[in-house]
C-alpha cells in the first residue's frame, strides 16, 4: 500500500519561507510524477506544482511562479516544495500526491490524474 506523508507546515509571516516535505513509501516513487496541491476554506482543491518522475520537467500555477520551487529526491523517496515569499493569499492545507499511471515526461495537472494523497500539512501565513 502507498503511503504519502506530509510536514513541514506552520506559521510563518508574510514574506517568509517554508518548506514542505513528502515522505513516500510502499512503491516505486522515482517512477511516477508527483504534485503538490493546495485547499483553503470554502475553495476547492487546487494544483500549485508538479514535478516529472526524473525530475527534469516541473509546472508551477501562475501564482506560484517564482516564489515555490518543486523538487524531488528519488533516492530519499522525498518530495519538497520550497516556498518563499509566502502571502496571506498562500494560507491553505497542502497536499502531496502521486500520479495514477507511472509515465516519463509526465505532468499531469487534474486532481483525478492522481491516486495516491497524503494527509495534508497546514500552512498559515499572517499578514
Known amino acids: 500500500q502507498v503511503q504519502l506523508v506530509e510536514s513541514g507546515g506552520g506559521l510563518v509571516q508574510a514574506g517568509g519561507s517554508l518548506r514542505l516535505s513528502c515522505a513516500a513509501s510502499?512503491?516505486?516513487?522515482?517512477?511516477?510524477?508527483m504534485g503538490w496541491f493546495r485547499q483553503a476554506p470554502g475553495k476547492e482543491r487546487e494544483l500549485v506544482a508538479v514535478?516529472?518522475?526524473?525530475?527534469?520537467?516541473?509546472y508551477y500555477t501562475d501564482s506560484v511562479k517564482g516564489r515555490f520551487t518543486i523538487s524531488r529526491d528519488n533516492n530519499k523517496n522525498t518530495l519538497y516544495l520550497q516556498m518563499d515569499s509566502l502571502e496571506p493569499e498562500d494560507a491553505a492545507v497542502y497536499y502531496c500526491?502521486?500520479?495514477?499511471?507511472?509515465?516519463?515526461?509526465?505532468?499531469?495537472?487534474?486532481?483525478?490524474?492522481?491516486?495516491?494523497w497524503g494527509q495534508g500539512t497546514q500552512v498559515t501565513v499572517s499578514s
Open positions: 510502499g512503491r516505486a516513487f522515482g517512477a511516477y510524477s
Open positions: 514535478i516529472s518522475p526524473a525530475g527534469t520537467r516541473r
Open positions: 500526491a502521486s500520479a495514477r499511471t507511472p509515465m516519463s515526461n509526465y505532468l499531469p495537472k487534474n486532481t483525478d490524474d492522481y491516486g495516491v
